[in-house]
C-alpha cells in the first residue's frame, strides 16, 4: 500500500518535531538563563496545542477532506520549526511551541483516521503498525539527533533540522497523497455535533480516559530522562537522547511482531501485559545506575508501551465508524492532553522527590492501568 509510505512520512515528521525537545532541556535551561521547572513548560507548550487543536481538526478533516488537511498542516509545521530556530529567548520559543504543536495536532489522528478509512479491520492492526513504525522512528531519529546536535552545535540547529524533515513530508503529501474518498461536504458546525455520535458508544469514556492516564505516566514522564541521567551521574543531553531512542526502537521491533502478538496473546492480553510490562521496565529503570541497563530497560519499554497503546488505537477508530476522524481525534486529544498535564505535574514533582522517583510512581500507575485497559478489548 504505497499510500502508507507517504503517511508515515508525515508521522514522521510530527513525531520528530515533537520529541526534538526532550534530551535537550538541561542545554535550554542554561542556554536561556531559565530553571528547569520553566523550561519544562516548552513540552506542554507543544502538547497542549496539538492535543486541543484535534477537536477542532477531525470534524475539518471529514468536512474538507483529510489528505488536504494534512498537506495544509505539514506547511504550517515547518513554519512554526522555522520561528522556533529563529527566536531570541525563552518565552518566543514557548510562542513558537505552542503554534509548532497546534499544527502538527492535525496530522497524526487524520493519519490515523485516513487508514481507517481504507484497510479493512481484520488488516488494519498490520495497517497501523506501519504507520506507527514510522511514528516511533521520528522518535528514535528525533530524540537521538537532537541530542547529538544540541550537545555539540547547539538547540537551534535542532529545530533547523525539524524544519527540513516536515517540508520533505509536505513536498511528498502533495505529490504522492490522493483522495480517495470525496469530502463529505458537512457545515463545521454538524461536523463538531459528530462527537455526540461518538461519545453516545459506551466504551469510548472508558477508551479516552485510559489513554489520558497512559499518555501522563508515560511520555509525560520523558522531560525527565535528561534529569535522570544526571541524578544517576549517567551523561546529560547525549545520554538521554539515547535512552529516549531505545524507547523508539523498542517500538519498531513491536510493529515487526503484531501478527504473532496478535495470534498468540488476542488484544486482551497484549493491552494487559504492556502495561504491566512498561511499569515493571520503568521501576527498574528508576533504581539503575548503569546506562547500558537503562537503554536495555527503555528500548523493552517501548515494545511494552506500544503493546498497550496500539490496540487502543485499534479500538478508537471502531468506535464511531460513521464519524472517524472525529473518534481518532478525541483520542489523541485525550493521550496528549494526559501528557502534557502530565509532563508538568510531573516535572514539579520531580523537584521534591527527585526524577527517579517520579520514574518509579510512575511505573506503580502503569501496573495499576493493566487491569482497566484489559477490560477495554471485547472476548470477541
Same mark, same amino acid.
Given at each position: 500500500?504505497?499510500?502508507?509510505?507517504?503517511?508515515?512520512l508525515?508521522?514522521?515528521?510530527?513525531?520528530? &518535531?515533537m520529541?526534538?525537545?526532550d534530551?535537550?532541556?538541561?542545554?535550554?535551561?542554561?542556554?536561556?538563563?531559565?530553571?528547569?521547572q520553566?523550561?519544562?513548560?516548552?513540552?506542554?507548550?507543544?502538547?497542549?496545542?496539538y492535543?486541543t487543536?484535534?477537536?477542532l481538526?477531525?470534524?475539518?478533516?471529514?468536512a474538507?477532506?483529510?489528505v488536504?488537511?494534512?498537506?495544509?498542516?505539514l506547511v504550517m509545521?515547518?513554519? $512554526?520549526?522555522?520561528?522556533?530556530a529563529?527566536?531570541?529567548?525563552?518565552?518566543?520559543?514557548?510562542?513558537?511551541?505552542?503554534?509548532?504543536?497546534?499544527f502538527? $495536532?492535525g496530522?497524526?489522528?487524520? @493519519?490515523?483516521?485516513?487508514?481507517?478509512?481504507?484497510?479493512?479491520?481484520?488488516?488494519?492492526p498490520?495497517?497501523? &503498525?506501519?504507520?506507527?513504525?514510522?511514528?516511533?522512528?521520528?522518535?528514535l531519529?528525533?530524540?537521538?539527533?537532537?541530542?547529538?546536535i544540541?550537545?555539540y552545535a547547539?538547540?537551534r540547529?535542532?529545530?533547523?533540522?525539524?524544519?527540513?524533515?516536515?517540508?520533505?513530508?509536505?513536498?511528498?503529501?502533495? @505529490?504522492?497523497?490522493k483522495?480517495e474518498?470525496?469530502?463529505?461536504?458537512?457545515?463545521?458546525?454538524?461536523?463538531?455535533?459528530?462527537? $455526540?455520535?461518538v461519545l453516545?458508544?459506551?466504551?469510548?469514556?472508558?477508551?479516552?480516559?485510559? @489513554?489520558a492516564?497512559?499518555g501522563?505516566?508515560?511520555f509525560?514522564?520523558f522531560p525527565?530522562v535528561?534529569p535522570?541521567m544526571?541524578?544517576?551521574?549517567?551523561?546529560?543531553?547525549?545520554? #538521554?537522547?539515547?535512552?529516549?531512542?531505545?524507547f #523508539?526502537?523498542?517500538?519498531?521491533?513491536?510493529?515487526?511482531?503484531?501478527?504473532v502478538l496478535?495470534?498468540?496473546?488476542?488484544?486482551?492480553?497484549m493491552?494487559g501485559?504492556?502495561?504491566?510490562?512498561?511499569?515493571?521496565?520503568?521501576?527498574?529503570?528508576? @533504581?539503575?545506575s548503569?546506562?547500558?541497563?537503562?537503554?536495555?530497560?527503555?528500548?523493552?519499554?517501548g515494545f511494552?508501551?506500544?503493546m498497550?497503546?496500539?490496540?487502543?488505537?485499534?479500538?478508537?477508530?471502531?468506535?464511531?465508524?460513521?464519524?472517524?476522524?472525529?473518534?481518532?481525534?478525541?483520542?489523541?486529544?485525550?493521550?496528549f492532553?494526559g501528557q502534557?498535564?502530565g509532563?508538568?505535574?510531573?516535572?514539579?514533582?520531580?523537584?521534591?522527590?527527585?526524577?527517579?522517583?517520579v520514574?518509579?510512581?510512575?511505573?506503580?500507575?502503569?501496573?495499576?492501568?493493566a487491569?482497566? #485497559?484489559?477490560?477495554?478489548v471485547?472476548?470477541?
Open positions: 500500500m504505497p499510500f502508507l509510505l507517504v503517511l508515515g508525515a508521522a514522521f515528521a510530527s513525531a520528530f &518535531s520529541r526534538a525537545v534530551p535537550m532541556l538541561n542545554i535550554l535551561a542554561a542556554d536561556l538563563k531559565v530553571t528547569m520553566d523550561v519544562a513548560l516548552l513540552a506542554g507548550a507543544f502538547t497542549f496545542p492535543a487543536m484535534q477537536l481538526f477531525g470534524p475539518i478533516g471529514d474538507v477532506g483529510k488536504r488537511l494534512v498537506r495544509f498542516n509545521l515547518s513554519v $512554526g520549526l522555522a520561528v522556533s529563529l527566536v531570541p529567548g525563552h518565552w518566543e520559543l514557548l510562542a513558537s511551541r505552542v503554534f509548532s504543536g497546534a502538527a $495536532g496530522i497524526i489522528p487524520v @493519519v490515523l483516521a485516513t487508514v481507517g478509512d481504507r484497510v479493512p479491520f481484520d488488516r488494519r498490520l495497517a497501523l &503498525s506501519r504507520v506507527l513504525l514510522a511514528l516511533v522512528l521520528g522518535q531519529v528525533g530524540s537521538a539527533a537532537a541530542g547529538f544540541a550537545e547547539g538547540w540547529p535542532v529545530f533547523w533540522t525539524a524544519f527540513a524533515v516536515a517540508v520533505l513530508a509536505a513536498v511528498a503529501a502533495m @505529490v504522492g497523497l483522495e474518498q470525496a469530502p463529505q461536504r458537512l457545515s463545521f458546525g454538524t461536523s463538531l455535533a459528530r462527537y $455526540g455520535t453516545r458508544n459506551p466504551l469510548s469514556i472508558r477508551v479516552y480516559a485510559v @489513554v492516564v497512559e501522563a505516566l508515560s509525560g514522564a525527565l535528561a535522570l544526571v541524578e544517576h551521574a549517567l551523561g546529560d543531553a547525549v545520554e #538521554a537522547g539515547l535512552v529516549i531512542a531505545a #523508539a526502537v523498542g517500538g519498531a521491533f513491536y510493529s515487526f511482531a503484531v501478527p496478535v495470534r498468540r496473546l488476542g488484544l486482551r492480553g493491552v501485559i504492556g502495561a504491566a510490562l512498561l511499569g515493571v521496565l520503568f521501576i527498574g529503570a528508576a @533504581v539503575q548503569h546506562l547500558s541497563v537503562v537503554v536495555a530497560l527503555f528500548a523493552a519499554g511494552a508501551f506500544y498497550i497503546h496500539n490496540v487502543l488505537q485499534i479500538l478508537a477508530t471502531e468506535l464511531a465508524p460513521e464519524a472517524r476522524g472525529s473518534a481518532v481525534s478525541l483520542f489523541a486529544s485525550a493521550f492532553v502534557a498535564v509532563a508538568v505535574a510531573l516535572a514539579h514533582l520531580a523537584a521534591v522527590t527527585g526524577a527517579a522517583a520514574f518509579a510512581i510512575s511505573g506503580v500507575g502503569m501496573i495499576g492501568l487491569y482497566p #485497559a484489559r477490560r477495554l471485547p472476548r470477541r
